[in-house]
């Protein structure tokens, strides 16, 4: 399979800036995201088939990964003019909790899993420490945001649930 080529651009920005009495020359590099042209798929057909992943149950990340792999269609973002997660948050198809707050979630249920069956393993449990405390740091922010309820605190048992 012949390698894709690049589709964002780089362009150079030079300003100048006067400090006390000394010009500053700064260069400013950003990003232009084109669309690549041996893409066949039309914004509307890349959304619904956002829609119809999103369906299965799939994550924001992991329609991503198909879409590249099995489609040809190296940005969602560069075709359509908005990433997997609007178009799944416009449809009401995205999930309650964030996506990155699920996945420390699985992971802090897989330790408690494994500690109880291997009580020693002071490894594990520091670990376990360690993700706790990146579930209630990432709370604290998306309470902030708006994106989780004010009064919403991770509690082990309800952890649990919302995985299964």
């Known amino acids: 399979m012949p390698r894709a080529k690049k589709t964002e651009k780089l362009e150079n920005e030079v300003t100048e800036e006067k400090i006390a009495g000394k010009t500053k020359i700064k260069k400013k590099t950003v990003k232009v995201?084109?669309?690549a042209s041996?893409?066949?798929?039309?914004?509307?057909?890349?959304?619904d088939l956002v829609l119809k992943m999103a369906k299965k149950?799939?994550?924001?990340?992991?329609?991503?990964?198909?879409?590249?792999?099995?489609?040809?269609?190296?940005?969602?973002?560069?075709?359509?003019?908005?990433?997997?997660?609007q178009i799944m948050k416009e449809n009401n198809l995205y999930p309650e909790l964030p996506e990155?707050?699920?996945?420390?979630l699985k992971k802090a249920v897989n330790l408690m899993n494994?500690?109880?069956?291997?009580?020693k393993d002071y490894h594990s449990k520091r670990g376990l420490q360690i993700t706790e405390s990146k579930i209630r740091n990432l709370a604290k922010y998306y309470k902030r945001k708006g994106?989780?309820?004010?009064d919403w605190v991770y509690d082990p048992?309800?952890?649990?649930l919302i995985i299964k």
Do not use: C, F
């Open 38 to 47: 041996w893409v066949d798929y039309k914004p509307k057909g890349v959304e």
């Open 157 to 160: 048992e309800k952890a649990k």
């Open 114 to 119: 494994h500690l109880q069956k291997h009580r």
């Open 100 to 104: 990155d707050m699920l996945n420390l």
């Open 147 to 150: 994106i989780l309820p004010k």
């Open 57 to 85: 149950g799939y994550s924001s990340a992991k329609i991503g990964l198909i879409l590249r792999d099995q489609y040809g269609i190296p940005s969602v973002k560069a075709i359509t003019k908005k990433t997997v997660t």
């Open 33 to 35: 995201r084109k669309t």
